[in-house]
């Protein structure tokens, strides 16, 4: 099993920017895609962003164009870039590791993931 570690998140006025880092330990990271989700306060747990085992990315559309997913398989980390936050972002950020080597197509769906961290707090204000 996989171990992740998220980082990064805190308090920032909206229009600003945050970028969350998630390291992982535990098995081969370049063969697996990762994803980060996020869980506002009274809400479900919904997909932001994912990257494949090949480095393409995937956003959902109320990020797209303000976040970005990369990942650097030298470090075993992958990346959330936060630009342009809304206070409506605010949520518990948790970074995902892929169920399967080489997957094909997106993971969007918690299930697709079998590793999860502990999550990190994102606060946009006005």
């Known amino acids: 099993q996989v171990q992740l570690v998220e980082s990064g998140g805190g308090s920032v006025q909206a229009g600003g920017s945050l970028r969350l880092s998630c390291a992982a330990s535990?098995?081969?990271?370049?063969?697996?895609?990762m994803g980060w989700f996020r869980q506002a306060p009274g809400k479900e747990r919904e997909f932001v962003a994912t990257?494949?085992?090949?480095?393409?990315?995937l956003s959902s559309d109320s990020v797209k164009g303000r976040f970005t997913v990369s990942r650097d398989n030298a470090k075993n980390t992958v990346y959330l870039q936060m630009n342009s936050l809304k206070e409506e972002d605010t949520a518990v950020y948790y970074c995902?590791?892929?169920?399967?080597?080489?997957?094909?197509?997106?993971?969007?769906?918690?299930?697709?993931?079998?590793?999860w961290g502990q999550g990190t707090r994102v606060t946009v204000s006005s």
């Open positions: 535990g098995r081969t990271f370049s063969v697996y895609a």
């Open positions: 990257v494949t085992w090949g480095g393409r990315t």
């Open positions: 995902a590791s892929g169920r399967n080597r080489y997957a094909s197509g997106y993971d969007l769906r918690e299930g697709d993931y079998d590793s």
